[in-house]
């Protein structure tokens, strides 16, 4: 079992930048891919980036490609996600998750992950 605790929300202006980060402790050798997700009010949960821990592969969700930077500091255990330029539409909770090695294809799909943390609200105004 892995625990994972995010922190870095809050609220900005459109145009600023968060980082949010996700300390992970527990049988962190379990997983070899973390991702960070959000859920809007309202709407399904989706996929904003995800990392392969093993080899460093990264993967974005269109809408936030050149925005949002994903990385992981192994020694530290610790998972990031840089945010620039943040828009309205950002609004969300945030999640991190990590979970077993899968298919590249399916790094946006929320059943790929098995341990989740409790999000952390990020809110943009305009």
């Known amino acids: 079992q892995v625990q994972l605790v995010e922190s870095g929300g809050g609220s900005v202006q459109a145009g600023g930048s968060l980082r949010l980060s996700c300390a992970a402790s527990?049988?962190?050798?379990?997983?070899?891919?973390l991702g960070w997700f959000r859920q809007a009010s309202g709407k399904e949960r989706e996929g904003v980036a995800a990392?392969?821990?093993?080899?460093?592969?990264?993967y974005y969700a269109d809408s936030v490609k050149g925005r949002f930077t994903i990385s992981h500091d192994n020694a530290k255990n610790t998972l990031y996600l840089q945010m620039n330029n943040l828009k309205p539409e950002d609004t969300a909770m945030y999640y991190c998750?990590?979970?077993?090695?899968?298919?590249?294809?399916?790094?946006?799909?929320?059943?790929?992950?098995?341990?989740w943390g409790q999000g952390t609200q990020v809110t943009v105004s305009s």
């Open positions: 998750a990590a979970g077993p090695w899968g298919l590249s294809a399916r790094w946006a799909r929320t059943y790929e992950y098995n341990n």
């Open positions: 527990g049988n962190t050798d379990s997983y070899y891919r």
């Open positions: 990392i392969w821990t093993g080899g460093g592969s990264t």
